[in-house]
């Protein structure tokens, strides 16, 4: 399958391909207002007085519960790194074809995949994504510095329901668990309210961290509306993932979002999911649920093809 980056530079693409096109909910609102989600001030979770980590428990709290996203700020993961990443990443993108067909893995379990989005839930369309998914090694140093971030607000979380700072990285042996990236290119798009990058999806595991380049385009559903998400320079976007809410017995849920492009440049994204390792079995935390109104699920089931 031709990727959507050699679509748009094959030619003057003026119009959308018809396969494209997806057929957007009528219904649909999106938010116009400058909504902002929650600012977490990561430093003072780690290093701030008793007093001002009890607020950020607090405010962490309240922003999985209100919008299961929020920014993390002041969180350690240098510039440079980030930008290492979103550069490396343009370049493997850049690569001819036949060379990315070489990392196309056919199956969820492959290490490495590459691919173009197909959206099989409407038949026929096409979405307007390329994408690299990588089972990380643990000891890739943009890898480590997510996975340290995650940690300390897997702390946070804990504490926020009321468990000790430890309970979730205990319970779902996350010093020894899973770590996926999920890099995004939407290519520059001759009718941005035609195609859809990435259709509307949670995501899988506990928590996923965000990076994008400079341009904009993700969207989050709270409160009926698809809310336009415009990270603070340098913040990096968390969000509650599937298998937070089932441990957390919905108490925390995992907010359906998705991407749309733009007409000026390419857009890329870098989400980093963590999980309990692939062979988990996840349910409710016993202390949250009574009753439980999750059964337990493998951590590594198929993942849906809205996502894919
Ligand atoms: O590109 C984005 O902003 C969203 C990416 C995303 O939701 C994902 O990869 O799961
Ligand atoms: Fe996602």
């Excluded at 428990?57 to 240098?78: K, L």
Aim: proline share 6%; hydrophobic share 35%.
């Amino acid at each position: 399958m031709l990727s959507v980056k050699g679509l748009v530079e094959s030619g003057t693409l003026k119009d959308v391909p018809s396969k494209y096109a997806y057929g957007r909910n009528p219904e649909e609102h999106i938010s116009l207002d400058e909504e902002r989600i929650p600012i977490i001030d990561f430093s003072l979770l780690t290093r701030g007085t008793p007093n001002q980590r009890f607020k950020v428990i607090r405010d962490i709290s309240n922003a999985c519960q209100e919008w299961g996203f929020f920014m993390v700020i002041n969180h350690g993961v240098p510039k440079k790194l980030r930008d290492e990443m979103i550069n490396s990443i343009e370049s493997f993108f850049d690569l001819a074809e036949e060379e990315k067909q070489e990392y196309a893995g056919k199956n969820s379990l492959d290490l490495i995949r590459y691919g173009a989005s197909f959206n099989v839930t409407i038949d026929k369309t096409l979405l307007w994504r390329d994408y690299l998914k990588i089972l990380v090694h643990p000891h890739f140093e943009y890898s480590k510095r997510t996975r340290e971030v995650a940690n300390e607000l897997l702390k946070g979380v804990s504490r926020s329901l009321g468990l000790e700072e430890n309970y979730i990285t205990k319970r779902m042996e996350v010093e020894v668990g899973s770590q996926m990236f999920v890099t995004n290119l939407y290519s520059p798009c001759p009718q941005p309210e035609i195609a859809m990058g990435l259709l509307h999806h949670s995501d899988y595991g506990l928590l996923t961290l965000l990076i994008q380049n400079h341009l904009g385009g993700l969207q989050v559903m709270h409160n009926g509306s698809w809310v336009p998400i415009n990270p603070l320079p340098d913040s990096i976007l968390i969000n509650i993932g599937d298998h937070m809410e089932i441990l957390t017995n919905g108490k925390y849920r995992s907010v359906v979002h998705r991407a749309v492009m733009n007409k000026e440049g390419t857009r890329i994204s870098i989400g980093t999911a963590h999980g309990p390792p692939l062979k988990s079995i996840v349910r409710p935390a016993p202390e949250l649920a009574n009753p439980a109104s999750y059964r337990g699920i493998k951590f590594r089931g198929v993942p849906r093809a809205s996502t894919e």
